[in-house]
C-alpha cells in the first residue's frame, strides 16, 4: 500500500484535525482528490445517524469500496472513536451491526482481512482499513507523522540496526492471556530482528548499552513491544526505532478521552510508537479481539504498512482502533 491508496478525512470542526489533516497530505504526497473536509461532532461516539451520513459523504467523495480508487483511510483526529460502542474504524470496515452492544463480551463479526495476503482491501474484501492520526497534542501528532514517514524502508537491509521485538508477561492473569501466542525468543533469521521474551511488574527492560530497569539485560534499540496489563509502567526506558509498534490487552486502552483508569493507548504513541492498538468498549479478553504476535509480525516484516500488518492481526476488529501513521514501512523494499 502506498499513499495513492490513502483517502484521508479532515473535520473542519476541529482545529487539531485541520492542522493534522494538512500535515499529512503535504508529507505523503496526497492529492486534492484523496482529501475528504467534512464537519464532525468533536465526541467520542457518533451515533448511527451520524454515522450513517459520515459513511455517505465518504462514499460520495471516494466511492463505494469496491470501487473505490482509496484502499485504506487516515482519520486526522482523536474524537470520535467510537459509533455507540464499537471502533468508528470496525464500524467502517464492518458495518454497525458487527457487534451487538449489549453483549460487548460476545463474538464479533471476523474479518476477511484477517492474515490475508490482500494488497487491496476495498477492492478485493469490500472493506477500508482505517487508522487515526490521535496523539496527545498537535505537535506529537505531527512528530508522530514524521517518524511514520522516516521509518520507510530503514530496517531489514544490510547496514540497518539491530532491532528488539520484545515480548512481555504479566501478572495479570486476565491480562496477559496473549503470551501464549508469544514466538520463542531468539533472532528472525534475515530481518534483523530479536525476540526477547521477559516479565514484567513495576518497570520495563532498558534499551540502549546499559539497564536502568533493575538489573534487566540490555536491549536493542525497540521495533515491537506488546503486554497485556492495565496500567502501564513507566516508557521512558525504551528507545524506540521509527516505525515501532506497540499494545498492551485491556479493555479500554482505545478510549482515547477516558479510558477509566486504564492506560490509554495513545500513552505508546507519547513514547515514541508509531502504531498502537486499543479497544473502545469492554472486550473480555478473547484473543482474537486483539493484535495477534506472530501475524503482525509476519505482516510488517515482509514489508507491509503499518495499518497492514496491524488489520491483518486482529481476526474481530470491532471495537479494535488502530491508531497512528498508517503508511509506515520500515522493511519495504520498493
Known amino acids: 500500500m502506498s499513499g495513492a491508496d490513502i483517502g484521508l478525512v479532515i473535520n473542519t470542526a476541529d482545529p487539531y484535525s485541520v492542522r493534522v489533516g494538512?500535515?499529512?497530505?503535504?508529507?505523503?504526497?496526497?492529492?486534492?482528490?484523496?482529501?475528504?473536509?467534512?464537519?464532525?461532532?468533536?465526541?467520542?461516539?457518533?451515533?448511527?445517524?451520524?454515522?450513517?451520513?459520515?459513511?455517505?459523504?465518504?462514499?460520495?467523495?471516494?466511492?463505494?469500496?469496491?470501487?473505490?480508487?482509496?484502499?485504506?483511510?487516515?482519520l486526522a483526529w482523536r474524537t470520535p472513536y467510537a459509533v455507540e460502542c464499537m471502533s468508528i474504524g470496525g464500524a467502517l470496515a464492518l458495518g454497525v451491526d458487527a457487534l451487538d452492544c449489549r453483549r460487548s463480551c460476545g463474538r464479533s463479526t471476523a474479518s476477511p482481512y484477517f492474515n490475508s495476503a490482500s494488497a487491496r482491501p476495498a477492492r478485493e474484501l469490500g472493506l477500508w482499513p482505517s487508522m487515526l492520526l490521535a496523539a496527545d497534542s498537535t505537535d506529537a501528532a505531527l512528530a508522530l507523522i514524521d517518524r511514520g514517514v522516516a521509518a520507510d524502508r530503514g530496517l531489514g537491509r544490510r547496514g540497518a540496526p539491530p532491532v528488539e521485538a520484545l515480548l512481555l508477561s504479566s501478572r495479570d492473569a486476565a491480562r496477559n492471556a496473549r503470551a501464549a501466542l508469544y514466538p520463542p525468543a531468539g533472532a528472525i533469521r534475515g530481518t534483523g530482528v530479536d525476540i526477547h521474551l521477559a516479565t514484567v511488574d513495576a518497570a520495563l527492560p532498558a534499551a540502549g548499552p546499559a539497564s536502568e530497569a533493575g538489573g534487566a539485560e540490555p536491549l536493542e534499540p525497540v521495533l515491537l513491544v506488546q503486554v497485556g496489563m492495565a496500567r502501564l509502567p513507566p516508557l521512558a526506558s525504551l528507545r524506540f526505532v521509527r516505525g515501532a509498534l506497540a499494545?498492551?490487552?485491556?479493555?479500554?486502552?482505545?478510549?482515547?478521552?477516558?479510558?477509566?483508569?486504564?492506560?490509554?493507548?495513545?500513552?505508546?504513541?507519547?513514547?515514541?510508537?508509531?502504531?498502537?492498538?486499543?479497544?473502545?468498549?469492554?472486550?473480555?479478553?478473547?484473543?482474537?479481539?486483539?493484535?495477534?504476535?506472530?501475524?503482525?509480525?509476519?505482516?510488517?516484516?515482509?514489508?507491509?504498512?503499518?495499518?497492514?500488518?496491524?488489520?491483518?492481526?486482529?481476526?474481530?476488529?470491532?471495537?479494535?482502533?488502530?491508531i497512528g501513521e498508517p503508511l509506515a514501512a520500515p522493511f519495504a523494499r520498493d
Open 22 to 74: 494538512e500535515h499529512y497530505a503535504r508529507a505523503r504526497g496526497l492529492t486534492p482528490q484523496q482529501v475528504l473536509h467534512i464537519e464532525l461532532p468533536v465526541r467520542a461516539a457518533l451515533t448511527r445517524e451520524e454515522f450513517a451520513a459520515f459513511e455517505a459523504a465518504l462514499q460520495g467523495a471516494f466511492g463505494a469500496p469496491r470501487q473505490s480508487r482509496v484502499q485504506a483511510l487516515a
Open 247 to 322: 499494545d498492551h490487552l485491556t479493555s479500554y486502552g482505545g478510549r482515547l478521552d477516558d479510558a477509566r483508569g486504564q492506560s490509554s493507548a495513545l500513552e505508546w504513541i507519547q513514547a515514541g510508537a508509531t502504531a498502537t492498538h486499543g479497544t473502545v468498549s469492554e472486550p473480555c479478553n478473547h484473543l482474537q479481539k486483539f493484535p495477534h504476535p506472530q501475524v503482525l509480525l509476519l505482516h510488517y516484516l515482509r514489508g507491509e504498512t503499518a495499518i497492514e500488518a496491524y488489520w491483518k492481526s486482529v481476526a474481530w476488529p470491532a471495537q479494535s482502533l488502530f
